[in-house]
């Protein structure tokens, strides 16, 4: 764990920061918001992003235009970071920068995180990773743009500070960043609630063709390739989505799923709190937090249904158990 983040820096003269692939606002706020930091910390080190292109609505951060996703570097970092990934497979095209680097350094919250780099700072309690670096950074170096970027991630890990995961400490972080000038409800409004036209068809759609089953409480959507290119949309685009399905009364769990290749899935995976769809997630691979949780699973729209199914019904069953008892 990192009790004092410029202490492990050190004098690092060159610095490289990465975030898990199709970063979402967490990723992409702590990613920006280190660099931030970090450029007002270390006024003559050489500060690198590596991400794949996130959404242009994070485009008014700072560091935006400096986000490199073309992951060539052809020298040694003196510290590389990890932000947001739960294990070293979903940074990807960063893999090689971090692993030679002569120090890397994981700063994450998702519970199937075992640990990766020479450094690990792992908080599975945290609502994001927006907030633990919020609680690692001092005051001295922080400005709004870095406050903007911090609050950006927490308000999108929390769904608008709703989630479960958004606790005392969350609160405590939002406290330390609120006093910068931004607007934050303006950064909310923008970035997680604002859709664009065919987002919204893409989300009624799937919404129209969801499957409910288990006795209602578990729901089931997805959109295929064919349905990608008639609107004109990517992963991206799907933000959410499952989270409409979440609220669905009396629904223990949802299922979004889109088509990523031939007999290839990515899934996503939200639990009402009955299930642990972690665990659900990291047996076909994947992983993330008890309440969401992602995964790429292989086989047609039924087979991945059937498969998640049965781990679902399993929890589920045990847990009626238990609550007979
Ligand atoms: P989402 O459904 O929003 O893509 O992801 C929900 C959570 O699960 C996120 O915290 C995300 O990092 C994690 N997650 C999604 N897909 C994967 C995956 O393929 N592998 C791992 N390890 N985590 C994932
Ligand atoms: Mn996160």
Do not use: W
């Given at each position: ?133 919020t ?36 609160f405590e972080a939002l406290g330390k960043l609120v006093q ?146």
């Amino acid at each position: 764990m990192i009790n004092n983040l410029l202490e492990e820096i050190g004098s690092a003269k060159t610095i490289g920061i990465t975030g898990h692939v199709r970063p979402d606002g967490d990723c992409v706020g702590a990613v920006l918001g280190l660099y931030s930091y970090l450029s007002n910390a270390y006024k003559d080190a050489d500060i690198r992003i590596f991400l794949e292109e996130p959404a242009e609505m994070f485009s008014f951060l700072k560091g935006y235009d400096k986000i490199d996703s073309t992951f060539a570097y052809p020298g040694q970092f003196d510290v590389f970071f990890s932000l947001d990934s739960g294990d070293l497979e979903r940074i990807e095209k960063s893999q090689k920068l971090f692993l030679g680097a002569k120090k890397s350094i994981c700063i994450d919250h998702h519970i199937s995180n075992q640990g990766f780099g020479d450094v690990s700072h792992v908080e599975p309690q945290a609502s994001s990773t927006c907030e633990i670096l919020t609680h690692m950074f001092e005051d001295e170096y922080m400005d709004a743009e870095v406050a903007k970027a911090l609050y950006t991630g927490i308000a999108h890990d929390t769904g608008i500070f709703r989630y479960s995961c958004t606790g005392a400490k969350t609160f405590e972080a939002l406290g330390k960043l609120v006093q910068y000038d931004f607007d934050g409800s303006k950064i909310t409004d923008e970035t997680f609630l604002q859709k664009t036209y065919v987002q919204n068809q893409i989300l009624g759609r799937t919404l129209l063709e969801s499957i409910l089953f288990m006795d209602g409480r578990c729901i089931a959507g997805s959109i295929d390739r064919k349905a990608m290119e008639f609107y004109g949309v990517n992963s991206r685009d799907f933000e959410g989505i499952v989270n409409q399905l979440q609220v669905t009364k009396g629904v223990e769990v949802a299922i979004f799923m889109h088509e990523t290749g031939t007999l290839e899935h990515k899934v996503s995976l939200r639990s009402n709190g009955k299930v642990d769809v972690s665990e659900v997630a990291s047996y076909f691979g994947g992983g993330g937090h008890v309440r969401a949780a992602g995964c790429t699973m292989n086989g047609t729209f039924h087979d991945v249904l059937n498969n998640l199914s049965l781990h679902i019904e399993r929890q589920l069953m045990e847990q009626d158990r238990m609550e007979q008892k």
